[in-house]
């Protein structure tokens, strides 16, 4: 499955993905359980463990198989019209009523931050 946008309270899958609107760009929960943005430009560095992304409350969560959260970036909260969407110039964004609360960083290629507010923890 591919959409442009996950919305909020959506899941993303293994195997599904989020793609630029000019499908340049994919974000995909790889089987692995990595999330990552190919080509590849960044990675959430959760191989072997994440199982589904979902957007929540303007918070992006990776989780395991039993439920935990793995990662996540949290922004704070946010409303319901909050959405992670992949941008033509391959970020991954998360953004509530046209505002960017966080741009993924493609300099930090297949590797997260620990620290906030910088990426996933």
Request: hydrophobic share 30%; charged share 25%.
């Amino acid at each position: 499955m591919s959409k442009t946008e996950l919305r909020n309270y959506e899941t993303l899958h293994k195997g599904e993905k989020l793609s630029s609107p000019d499908n340049r760009f994919h974000a995909i929960l790889q089987d692995d359980g990595n999330f990552v943005i190919y080509g590849p430009i960044w990675s959430s560095n959760t191989h072997g463990n994440g199982q589904r992304v979902v957007m929540q409350n303007g918070n992006l969560l990776i989780y395991t198989t039993s439920g935990d959260v793995l990662r996540a970036r949290d922004n704070g909260g946010g409303s319901a019209d909050c959405c992670a969407r992949v941008t033509d110039d391959g970020h991954l964004v998360i953004v509530d009523q046209g505002r960017e609360l966080w741009r993924s960083d493609p300099k930090s290629t297949l590797i997260y931050e620990t620290k906030w507010p910088g990426g996933m923890r």
